[in-house]
């Protein structure tokens, strides 16, 4: 019998349109090295990997009637290189052209009829570099049965990818329509109250779906701190268009820490006081009105302990994700008093909550970053946008240099999704030494997102300056 969408996965398929895309990306670049790395070491590396992640060649069917909820089932006609594409930059590609073709990219939704995943060898880089950018639709990576695939295709050690797979892959006969249909009763035998559920949310608007989805997705999502009343108005919450553009920040993590050592608290909320310092600077230079209690409310998720996770996937924690919500001091003119805000904040969550330390995240089979991000993004997608003006992952991910096939990657860059009213989403990934901002924006609301983004550089060395003093 074909796996069926949980609620929560089918939900994301049900909101999905136009404007709102719902998947979640990243952006990697490598070095090229002297004996190359071409589309077609590309495409054998991800077939070779692709194994580990079978649910990348399923897609989704419909049932009948809409008796119950879709099904994956492998797709026949599955072929690695529709979903593996090439593309190239004038030459020397400098990052500004780069990212914005990474923000048209993310604009376009996934084909619903196809395996939900994309990924795009962008080459013509300057200095010999290429950048993979991936898309993977949330319904997709749920953290145990499957996780991203950014995290099976990267390696500690070079590696020369085969030319085939070891064993050439079968998909199972897809079942016809009586199938599913004699399936989805035999299912609902035992709960005859969910078929009646099924066919009432074909036919009724996507939100009431998700309101009705709302009390299943605690297997996901522990809502710590979430607090009713409404997040603070202001240009971050605004109906977002079917454009995006994407800018990113860089940051290196010795500096982070360093800012921590000093300051006390956590790496983590050192970045968020980064993020709050950029806001602030980016609210002045739209002449928007900022006093002295002016916050803006992020939404930050945050991996969990889960006790309770079954080891489906070797190394995986589990996906527990915790979503939080902390008010950005953007009113706040000192950048220490900030830290210490946003610090005293995080610190009454943690409390209440069994985080995971960045040292057991590193710790993580493969580069976890990407499935973690996802997860965020789940969490996210499942509360009222009302109660948040953006969100902020922030993931940490290993301290050494990671190859795919035998390209060395040097930056990676997570991808956020917008929700309706959220013109803005930043994620953030520190990795051999660095720390990566990827700022996803909204191509109306968010004409400046590049601006927000310098300014996320400018605090950091205004976080700095307390130090040095």
């Known amino acids: ?5 949980s609620a929560l996965d089918a939900s994301f398929l049900y909101l999905e349109d136009q404007s709102t895309p719902m998947h979640v990306g990243g952006v990697a670049v490598f070095r090229r090295p002297k004996s190359g790395f071409a589309y077609a070491q590309l495409v054998s590396l991800i077939e070779q990997r692709l194994p580990l992640v079978p649910r990348y060649r399923q897609k989704v069917v419909e049932v009948p009637g809409h008796l119950a909820r879709p099904v994956w089932v492998d797709d026949p006609g599955f072929d690695v290189a529709y979903h593996v594409r090439r593309s190239a930059l004038p030459r020397p590609g400098s990052d500004e052209q780069l990212f914005d073709l990474v923000g048209r990219l993310l604009a376009r939704p996934l084909d619903q009829t196809r395996p939900l995943w994309e990924a795009y060898l962008v080459e013509g880089l300057a200095r010999g570099h290429v950048a993979l950018v991936t898309k993977t639709h949330q319904a997709l ?7 991203d695939f950014g995290q099976v295709i990267l390696d500690a050690t070079p590696q020369i990818p085969d030319s085939a797979p070891d064993d050439p892959w079968l998909p199972r006969r897809m079942p016809g329509p009586s199938r599913l249909v004699l399936d989805a009763v035999a299912e609902t035998v035992q709960r005859p109250r969910e078929i009646v559920e099924n066919v009432r949310s074909a036919v009724t608007d996507a939100v009431a779906t998700t309101q009705k989805l709302a009390g299943l997705v605690g297997t996901l999502v522990s809502a710590i701190g979430i607090a009713a009343s409404p997040a603070p108005a202001g240009p971050l919450n605004a109906a977002v268009s079917k454009a995006r553009l994407f800018a990113v920040a860089r940051a290196r993590l010795d500096d982070l820490r360093g800012v921590r050592a000093v300051h006390g608290g956590t790496v983590h909320d050192v970045v968020l006081a980064v993020v709050a310092g950029g806001l602030r600077s980016w609210l002045l230079s739209r002449g928007e009105q900022v006093t002295s209690s002016t916050v803006v409310r992020a939404l930050v998720p945050l991996a969990v302990r889960d006790d309770d996770a079954d080891g489906t996937v070797p190394g995986m924690l589990g996906n527990k994700v915790t979503a939080q919500l902390v008010d950005l001091p953007v009113g706040e003119p000192n950048a220490f008093v900030r830290l210490q805000h946003i610090s005293h904040a995080m610190h009454a969550h943690n409390d ?12 993580v089979g493969g580069f976890a970053p990407p499935t973690l991000h996802s997860l965020g993004a789940r969490a996210a997608a499942s509360f009222s946008q009302r109660i948040f003006n953006l969100v902020v992952t ?12 035998n390209a060395r990657m040097t930056e990676m860059f997570p991808v956020m999704p917008l929700g309706r009213n959220q013109a803005l989403a930043i994620g953030v990934t520190s990795y051999d030494g660095g720390v ?14 590049d601006v927000l983004a310098r300014m996320l550089e400018e605090s950091v060395e205004e976080l700095l300056t307390t130090v040095r003093a």
């Open 352 to 363: 209440s909550v069994r985080s995971v330390a960045a040292t057991a995240l590193l710790r």
């Open 141 to 147: 990576v749920d953290g145990i049965r499957t996780i």
């Open 394 to 405: 922030n993931v940490p991910g290993p301290q050494i240099p990671l190859y795919a096939g």
């Open 1 to 5: 019998m074909p796996d069926r969408l």
């Open 436 to 449: 990566y901002f990827g700022l996803t924006g909204d191509r109306a609301a968010m004409s400046d997102v």
